[in-house]
């Protein structure tokens, strides 16, 4: 990228679109259902550290697929306010960028990226909330932001905006964190490209996890990566009671992993999966628990899950897995909305 905003009439969605297509060949119908097709990328910035590194690392998976990545900087409303015309100020897209080109001249030095006034967003309101309406209004196909930035909040008072966005996104939503997402920041490694070896799939087996499991069948196809299909058996508090009172704990989880063995074998005949080389586990533990520490593994490059499944809580209570699979995953996770957007 040579300049901040590029000079001269910036393509328009339909040329944009247009030119999409003919990098990206039209998917034959037999094909249809394997192909993963990521066109827009939407990259939210509050300029903090942690989002211009997101931005980085967006790169590449970005010319991976000839995507176009679209910029949004949400100002808190209240913020706005208490400057004199502020939010004229803030909602001229090209000139809220612009005065933050400093912010991002070690991006245009490394990398050859355009970003056009057209796809530069400066909007005022609830992060998440304008987040996600921007994500349907430009029908993008990935949202990509940290966890952590300028919130301004305690996390266990509201929550951070990723956690949000990941609970009503219309899209998928990728959250670059843990250890190895740090080491190939620090490495240099996203620089060069996008890869992905093996990639953790949760399942509860419900209709609902279904949508991680296609999205991320397509993702490997799409890397040549590996997929591992993980089942954790919750154990539940009423058998352990009936465990310390009769002792017969054991065969009741043995007669549920046998259960959970055959739902997975008939997971693994999946339409989706075909091709793929996937392996499965089954563990006994708390999802989250057993999840995040599989996440630890050296050769997982990244999870994928569903938003929603047999949790067994109200969100309101405890939150869903996904969620918190955001906030302790040691490696990238992309979250998946089973109502749609797959």
Known sequence: ?????????????????????????????ADREQALQIKTILVPLDFSRASMQVLK???????KFKAAIHLVHVQPADELTAISRAGHWMLNCADAIALMQDRLAEV?????????????????GRPFEEIC????????????????GHSGLKHIVLGSTAERVVRYAPCPVLVPRGKKYKGAILNGASAGKFSLRKILVPV???????AGVNYAARLAKRFGAKVCLFHAIYPHHDLIMADRMSGRILSV???V????????????????????????????GYPVDQICAHTGWPEIDLVVT???????????????????????????????PSRGGT
């Open 253 to 255: 989880i043995e007669q």
């Open 204 to 210: 509860d087996f419900s209709e609902c996890s279904l």
């Open 1 to 29: 990228m040579k300049t901040m905003i590029e000079e001269g009439e910036p393509p328009t969605t339909s040329q944009q679109t247009a030119a999409s297509r003919a990098s990206n060949p039209v998917v034959k119908p």
């Open 257 to 284: 992993q046998i259960t959970a063995r055959a739902q997975m074998s008939e997971l693994k005949q999946l339409k989706s999966l075909r091709g793929l080389a996937c392996e499965t586990e089954i563990q006994v």
């Open 306 to 336: 569903a938003t929603h499944g047999r949790t067994g809580f109200k969100h309101a209570l405890l939150g869903s897995v996904a969620e918190h699979v955001v906030r302790y995953a040691e490696c990238p996770v992309i979250i998946v």
């Open 108 to 124: 245009q030095r490394k990398h050859d990226v355009r970003f056009w006034p057209d796809n530069c967003h400066v909007v005022s």
């Open 133 to 148: 309406k921007l994500a349907r209004e430009i029908e993008a196909d990935l949202i990509v932001l940290p966890t952590r």
């Open 57 to 63: 690392y967006t790169i590449p998976l970005a010319e």
